[in-house]
Every structure is written in structure tokens, then in C-alpha cells.
């Protein structure tokens, strides 16, 4: 089974992370250099205040116009934040990521910011399973 600790392995650790007190402006363009679709938001509370996605900023675009690019990125990231642990398994995230209709989850271990899985990870490692239980089950059936 694979677990968060296995995708952060190959993934690393590497978190992209944005002051609350940046602009939203600051924010789509961190977005945009690094293409990712998530910045986890760093401010008073560790190891995170919350999560700002691209998805985030274009409900707000199309809500309240291009002003909402001079907000501050507190003004906008979602505060309530589901998080996992280096634990967690791929078959968990899928269903927490599904029922919650969520793509990104901080990964939190013993207090600390370790990590972000996007839905693109997770579905990367469970094709990697499906692959690794195929090419067994061929060798088990060449094999006899």
C-alpha cells in the first residue's frame, strides 16, 4: 500500500508557500511561475493559516472583478484546511480528496509543515500501483 511518506519520497518536500499578508495579485503570479495550482498560506498560526488555490481566485475574479487581485491573500484562502500525515494511505486520500472535492492536501507531521499531495500526485501513484500489480501478476502467469 502506498502511503504519503512513499510519494513525498520521490515528490519531495518542497512546499510553495505565500505570507497572508501578500496580495492575491502576489499569489496568481507565484501560481503561474511555478505552475501549481495551490499555495499553502503561512501567517499566526504553524504550521499554516490556509490554502489559497487557483480555483479560489477565479470564483473570486468572477464574483467581484479584478479588484479582488489587490486583496490580500487572507482576504480570499480558505481557512478551514484538511490536512493529512506522512501515514495517510493513497486508497484515504482518494476518498477524503473525493468526498471533500478537494485537489490539494498540506501534509502535517508532528507540528510541521511536510509536504503538499495534489489529486495529480495521487493519481500518479495509484497508476503506479495498478502498473506494479500487473507486470506481477505477468510474472506469476509466465512463470508457470
Not at 480555483?55 to 479582488?68: K, N, P
Not at 495534489?118 to 500501483?129: C, F, P, Q, T, Y
Request: hydrophobic share 40%; net charge negative; proline share 2%.
Amino acid at each position: 500500500m502506498i502511503r504519503v511518506a512513499n510519494i513525498l519520497t520521490t515528490k519531495g518536500h518542497e512546499v510553495a508557500t505565500i505570507s497572508q499578508e501578500r496580495t492575491v495579485r502576489d499569489a496568481v503570479e507565484m501560481l503561474r511561475e511555478r505552475g501549481i495550482g495551490a499555495l499553502v498560506v503561512t501567517g499566526s498560526t504553524p504550521p499554516l493559516s490556509g490554502i489559497l488555490s487557483e480555483r479560489d481566485v477565479v470564483r473570486a475574479l468572477a464574483r467581484h472583478g479584478e479588484h479582488v487581485l489587490e486583496l490580500k491573500v487572507a482576504d480570499l484562502m480558505s481557512t478551514e484546511v484538511t490536512t493529512c500525515d506522512e501515514q495517510a494511505s493513497v486508497n484515504d486520500l482518494m476518498g477524503l480528496m473525493t468526498s471533500l472535492r478537494i485537489r490539494h492536501l498540506p501534509v502535517v507531521q508532528d507540528g510541521s509543515l511536510s509536504g503538499l499531495i495534489s489529486i495529480g500526485d495521487v493519481v500518479k501513484a495509484r497508476l503506479d500501483e495498478l502498473e506494479q500489480e500487473r507486470q506481477s501478476l505477468l510474472d506469476y502467469v509466465s512463470a508457470r
